[in-house]
């Protein structure tokens, strides 16, 4: 069988994510596990767990999967390397060793599953890190991620849950995979908006993380599935306080806006707003909205620290060549305000 990959899924990226709603639902009867040395768990979730080793170390792990969001399978397995990658960055961690979760019909040639690897082998390379095995079963569906172990100092590790009135918020990457996806399986893509979506689904988040680091963020979190404002929630949530977001300022990629202005929208638009909608405040016009709650695969870093760090974190990127949004300001209060 030959035929593209991203017409054998359903959904693509993390717009195939469970909803965010049912699944705070399910963890809520799970009892969270009783061990002083796991420091991040289920009480709350946040981008992976962490177990602490010793003083001075902490594993850091996650698992991150999905079906095709493009048809070249090279590319592919390196987005779905970088995104479940990325996991590890928003901890605070670095990545050491990775095994492949994979999905793949027997029907597709082999060549095809090999390509797929080899694209994420280069990521978990360039990460640092040793792609060491994994597991594969026979489905109909493509899907594909990592499992992934690094490590963390116990006294490093970046929550979602420590954002503080007077914060102000970052964004490291544009906004609109999910937008610019769907409108590349509908054909209505507009020239160049796929391959920049592309550029930034396969960039990783370690150089971003590594400039963050020594300037102590309040909080981290990788922006993917749940879309800006599910990320945005949660960060307000966890944290007991309220992120107010500048429509004007979320940074775009090409074509998005304009593709979310015509009524383009994919599943997980519908299951985002249901999860974040609900304690969410906009005057934003609709088209910036369906861009905060667009889905997002290999996201960016959204971040908060004291604003008077901020002129120093913006430096420091700029110096690194780095992209940097500062989107909004934390305050006192719950919710998220998009104003």
Partial sequence: MTAPLTSLAKAGGCAAKYSAARLETLLQALAPADAADLLVGLDPADDAAVYRLDDDRALVFTVDFFPPVVDDPRVYGRIAAVN????????GGTPLLALSVTAFPEELPIEVLGEVLAGAEEAVREAGAILAGGHTIRDTEPKYGLAVVGTVHPDGVWTKSGARPGDAIFLTKRLGTGLVLQAQREGRAPDGALE???????????????????????????????????????????????????????????????????GIRTGGDHRNREFAGPHVDSTAAAHVEALAYDPQTAGGLLITLPADRAPVL??????????????????????????
């Fill in 196 to 262: 920049a979506a592309i550029e930034s689904m396969t960039t990783s988040s370690r150089d971003a993380a590594e400039v963050l680091r020594p300037h102590v963020p309040s909080a981290v979190t990788d922006v993917s599935g749940f879309g800006l404002a599910g990320h945005a929630h949660e960060t307000a949530s966890r944290s007991g306080v309220r992120l107010v977001l500048d429509a004007g300022a979320l940074p775009a990629l090409p074509g998005a806006l304009d593709l979310a202005a015509a």
């Fill in 84 to 91: 479940a990658l990325n996991d590890v960055y928003a901890m």
């Fill in 314 to 339: 913006e430096a420091a990127f700029s110096a690194a060549r780095l992209d940097l949004w500062r989107i909004g300001r934390v305050e006192s209060g719950s919710g998220m305000t998009l104003i």
